[in-house]
């Protein structure tokens, strides 16, 4: 009796091993990435620290591998905007911030593993802009400086496919500016976390 092997368990076993990450891949994530300040600042006139609320915006990445386990990674978004409040005076601001951040990055595993977790460390800068004074402050001039300081970060990819893969990833950045307002200026760290979620595509 002849054995008969079906044709698509031949092209099964022929197909080209699946790549995740290589060496001079080119890459971009988009998902929704949620700004989660870890706040402490000045106490503000006597009113408590400045609290700032979480915000979550379309988040961006565009990452190059250097080698298969070394990439260098570049962090984009929608711009994220959050009241500004204290205990006594409730809320008294609202800021929009860039955060973009850029990251030296290793990836955990080889380049045909279906799942790459990698740590980053790099350098954030954000810039602040279109702050508004709100109830004692209505009306009033409010600036935050601009921010350039460390970021650290954890990730994962899961291939999906040869182009795409699924990715979840942790920002930690540390985020220190000086708040100026018409009743004085307060230092405060916003130091947040960042999470984002979402999916990736190999070009
Ligand atoms: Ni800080």
């Not at 368990?9 to 290589?22: D, F, Q």
């Not at 979840?168 to 916003?190: C, H, N, P, Q, R």
């Amino acid at each position: 009796m002849k054995k008969i092997v079906p044709l698509s368990v031949m092209l099964a076993l022929a197909s080209p091993m699946v790549i995740a990450h290589e060496e001079g891949d080119f890459f971009m994530r988009g998902g929704l990435a949620s700004v989660m300040p870890n706040e402490s600042s000045d106490n503000v006139l006597n009113t408590g620290e400045l609290e700032l609320t979480n915000d979550m915006q379309v988040g961006l990445t565009f990452t190059y591998m250097m080698t298969d386990n070394v990439g260098i990674e570049l962090l984009a978004a929608t711009p994220f905007t959050h009241d500004v409040s204290t205990n006594g005076l409730g809320k008294i601001a609202e800021v929009s911030h860039l955060p973009p951040t850029l990251m030296g990055q290793y990836y955990f595993g080889e380049a045909d593993s279906k799942y790459r977790p990698y740590l980053g460390a790099g350098l954030n800068y954000t810039t602040f802009f279109e702050e508004k004074g709100f109830g004692q402050l209505n009306n009033t001039e409010v600036e935050l400086d601009d921010s350039f300081g460390l970021a650290v970060q954890a990730g994962i990819d899961v291939e999906v496919n040869e182009d795409w893969f699924f990715n979840a990833s942790l920002w930690y950045m540390d985020i220190d500016t000086e708040v100026k307002t018409s009743v004085g200026t307060f230092d405060a760290e916003i130091d947040p976390y960042v999470v984002m979620i979402g999916m990736g595509y190999t070009f």
